[in-house]
């Protein structure tokens, strides 16, 4: 079945057209990557919430921060705009919100790890990604297991995304991309100990290092979506690409959200394997929520979170919502919290991400020490990792979803990358193994890009 609506619904503007398809035993997943392999060619940003895929195709605005931070770049209907950011990026971003986004129209977009020290004044080595892109798409589409929505001003666009959908596809079984990801061992335990040594000296209490591994072949981005996210149980699943810049991941953990003025933080800390035995899965389970260091590595975390909420919050609404339960994460098992609290009037969700960004849990504690060690101690500018990504509706809700159990495609290279948290009772080997379980979760499901 489809419905076409036209000028109804109080976000709907005159010209803007609204279809939809009833689907019947519609898998969301493989529509989603349908949608993305067909028409996906510049410019897209998926991303799954509650078992709902929000689709954005092509751009109607958008914002781009260069690397350096120094500049800003939007491109519209009006045509292109540069001009200096005077290091005020949540200022940039909010103007361009306000100029661009329309009501009930979501805004896709990504920040990388970089806009932390950039914003706050730290020095860093830039790497090639923008520090943050925002994206208003020309198609706006949803799919849930029911219904596919499809929304745009432009009715040729809404008739492509109608023939895709209706399409039927048989997709064959893609080529696995390989990779090595024990590579590196050496010296990802030399990192670890010379972090040890910064930690013994007083510099940080604890710290997250991280180290890349490049896969062998490209990545086919929607096909990789689609098995890993068979095989993963997200907090939420994301795919973007934006020019030559591709992402693909499976977050376990949210930086923070903001939904009608109330401020959350999901710190996760801890970390075990899982399997498919029940047996192995319950002892490690056992043995995670019983270890001191897993348990001090936590616990630190989560008082962060709440003194940096405290920072941001009305007085006294601050509160530990759930504390440490395990949260099952694709290959392994975390230790997980939620604090939340309710904004102060004169503070929005830019503000929030501000103080929030990066998350505790990707960089360490106190956060600016780990993040000035952070460059110190790893060799190449971490991009997108730990980042995250954006969902924006109105000024009602703003998500930003953690970037791990990710993959990462530019023009030069194709990667995966992972870390493990550092406190003085850390030992190299267990570290450099818990980077392998948590690229357990991505690498095996890796697709290949057709030659």
């Known amino acids: 079945m489809t419905q076409s609506l036209k000028g109804e619904g109080a976000a709907m503007s005159a010209d803007r057209v609204m279809r939809v398809i009833g689907l019947s035993g519609g898998d969301g997943l493989q529509i989603a990557e349908r949608l993305l392999h067909a028409l996906g060619h510049d410019q897209y940003f998926a991303y799954e919430r509650d078992d709902r895929w929000h689709i954005g195709l092509g751009i109607t605005a958008t914002l781009s921060i ?25 200022s940039v971003a909010r103007q361009f919100m306000a100029e661009h986004s329309c009501s009930g129209r979501r805004v896709h977009g990504l920040v990388a790890f970089n806009y932390a020290p950039c ?28 219904i596919v929505e499809i929304c745009s001003d432009d009715e040729a666009a809404v008739d492509e995304v109608v023939r895709v959908v209706s399409e ?41 290092v991280s180290r890349a591994v490049p896969t062998q072949e490209r990545i086919d981005m929607p096909a ?7 095989r993963n149980t997200p907090a939420r699943t994301f795919a973007l690409k934006f020019d030559s810049r591709e992402a693909v991941g499976f977050s376990p953990e ?11 933080t999901e710190p996760l800390a801890g970390t075990r394997s899982r399997s498919d035995d029940p047996r192995t899965d319950a002892r490690n389970r056992d043995e995670l929520i019983n270890d001191p260091k897993e348990i001090v590595e936590h616990a630190i975390s989560v008082r ?15 509160v530990i919502d759930d504390f440490m339960s395990v949260r099952n ?3 392994v098992q975390h230790l997980g919290s939620r604090v939340s609290g309710r904004l102060k009037d004169n503070a929005d969700a830019w503000d929030a991400l501000d103080i929030l960004f990066p998350s505790i849990t990707a960089t360490g504690i106190p956060k600016q020490a780990a993040i000035a060690a952070i460059a110190r101690l790893e060799t190449v500018p971490r991009e997108l990792y730990s980042g995250a990504v954006l969902m924006i509706e109105g000024e009602r809700r703003f998500e930003a979803a953690l970037v791990l159990r990710a993959a990462y495609q530019d023009a030069a290279r194709s990667w995966v990358q992972a870390g493990a948290g550092i406190i003085a009772q850390s030992n190299p080997l267990r570290e450099f193994t818990e980077t392998v379980e948590k690229l357990g979760s991505v690498a095996p499901y890796l697709a290949m890009e057709p030659r």
């Open 66 to 90: 260069s690397p350096c931070g120094g500049r800003y770049e939007v491109i519209s209907k009006e045509g292109m705009q540069t001009g200096p950011t005077n290091a005020a990026l949540a």
């Open 119 to 146: 914003v706050n004044g730290q020095p860093y080595t830039p790497g090639t990604w923008p520090l943050l892109i925002l994206m208003i798409p020309r198609v706006e589409i949803v799919v849930t297991s029911d």
């Open 254 to 264: 949210l930086v923070m959200s903001v939904d009608d003025g109330i401020v959350s």
């Open 224 to 230: 990789s979506l689609v098995l890993g996210r068979r």
């Open 304 to 318: 962060e979170a709440v003194d940096e909420l405290m920072r941001i919050c009305t007085h006294g609404t601050v």
């Open 329 to 331: 994460r694709g290959s």
């Open 168 to 208: 039927q596809t048989t997709v064959s079984s893609p080529h696995l991309c390989p990779i090595d990801t024990k590579a590196g061992e050496r010296v990802y335990q030399d990192i670890v100990r010379a972090a040890l040594e910064e930690i013994g000296s007083g510099v940080y209490a604890k710290i997250i």
